[in-house]
């Protein structure tokens, strides 16, 4: 996909702006079928990209579970933080309330992708060539 695509659905629709795993396992689908011509390998059936896709998200998630960080390549890593007890407000109320320990998922995007986002890839040929940052 590119930069200003909506993600397809299982059911044909588009949803905007946010992928879900449905739309993962429509992607992986595609794809097995771009590559249908390569053999050996069977092409996976959409059932088992499902599978495929929740199997490496809950690998992913376990691994956080039990405080590992996650590394992938050109994509970023995923840690945990342990964030310690504290006294916050009420933004509304203004009253003290205690905030318990807990820990908490962190994204850090690799430089790829940070290049990626900000149009520094060969993915970004449609952007203009006379944009000048303010």
């Known amino acids: 996909?590119?930069?200003g695509q909506s993600f397809s659905q299982g059911d044909g629709e588009m949803s905007e702006g946010t992928l879900t795993r449905?739309?993962?396992?429509?992607?992986?689908y595609a794809l097995r079928l771009q590559n249908r011509?390569?053999?050996?390998p069977e092409p996976l059936s959409r059932e088992e990209c499902a599978i495929?896709?929740?199997s490496v998200?809950?690998?992913i998630a376990d691994a956080l579970v039990r405080g590992e960080s996650v590394k992938i390549s050109s994509f970023g890593s995923f840690t945990v933080r342990q964030k310690n007890e504290r006294v916050g407000r009420n933004p509304r109320t203004g009253v003290e309330a205690r905030i318990t320990s807990r820990r908490?998922?962190?994204f850090r995007?690799?430089?790829v992708m940070k290049e990626r986002l900000n149009g520094s890839d060969?993915?970004?040929?449609?952007?203009?060539?006379e944009t000048v940052d303010a």
């Open 109 to 111: 995007a690799s430089m």
């Open 37 to 40: 011509s390569k053999e050996p």
């Open 22 to 28: 449905a739309d993962l396992v429509e992607a992986l």
């Open 104 to 106: 908490v998922p962190l």
């Open 57 to 59: 998200l809950r690998e």
């Open 1 to 3: 996909m590119t930069m």
């Open 122 to 129: 060969s993915d970004a040929d449609d952007l203009d060539d």
């Open 52 to 54: 495929l896709v929740e």
